[in-house]
């Protein structure tokens, strides 16, 4: 049965509804948390990003571009030449045989030079192998080499034989190794 109601008596109407008042300022405290997250994970990204690479101590390298290229012209003078092969085999674990081949002006085998490079493919950087070559043969140095990933790989070549110093740079395209990892 329901309740009796008295036009007569005075009820309680509902409050008003009044505007959301903290609506405004959640809106302005969501939308900066979320600027907080995105560069959040811009500066994770970046930061472990291992294609991410910068060059080692380029700063110093420009101030010393007017030594560098009298460096260079010294080199022209002397006409050495270098040749680079990497073998298309490798071991279970990746490694491959270099070979570089030395040559000066006349081209003559150049002997007892001490040959030494860094290397690192184009897609990784950050990741660089020293190598260290040993003579093989006259004019022939050689080394072991993790090169696991085929593509683009730099080579920098520091040579250096008495007083004489030959600093190169060679890009190669190195395939798929025969026999090493996938």
């Known amino acids: 049965m329901a309740a009796f109601v008295d036009p007569q008596t005075p009820t309680l109407a509902p409050p008003p ?3 959301a008042v903290w609506f405004w300022p959640a809106l302005v405290f969501a939308l900066l948390g979320m600027q907080v ?13 291992p294609t991410f690479a910068v060059e080692p101590d380029y700063y110093q390298k ?3 571009w007017d030594a560098a290229q009298a460096q260079q012209r010294a080199q022209n003078a002397l006409g050495w030449t270098l040749s680079l092969d990497v073998s298309s085999t490798a071991t279970p674990l990746g490694q491959r045989q270099l070979r570089c081949r030395l040559a000066d002006r006349d081209g003559q085998p150049l002997e007892g030079a001490a040959v030494s490079a860094e290397a690192f493919h184009h897609a990784r950087g950050n990741e660089r192998t020293r190598i260290d070559f040993t003579a093989a ?11 696991r990933k085929p593509g683009v790989w730099e080579f920098r070549f520091d040579v250096r034989r008495g007083e004489q ?4 740079t060679q890009t190669i395209d190195v395939r798929q190794a025969i026999g090493g990892p996938r």
Not at 37 to 49: F, L, M
Not at 137 to 147: H, M, Q, V, W
Not at 165 to 168: A, M, P, Y
């Open 165 to 168: 110093s030959f600093v190169i």
């Open 137 to 147: 043969a006259p004019g022939s140095y050689e080394a072991a080499a993790l090169l």
């Open 62 to 64: 420009s101030l010393n």
């Open 17 to 19: 509804a009044r505007p």
């Open 37 to 49: 997250v995105i560069c959040g994970a811009i500066i994770y990204a970046s930061n472990t990003d």
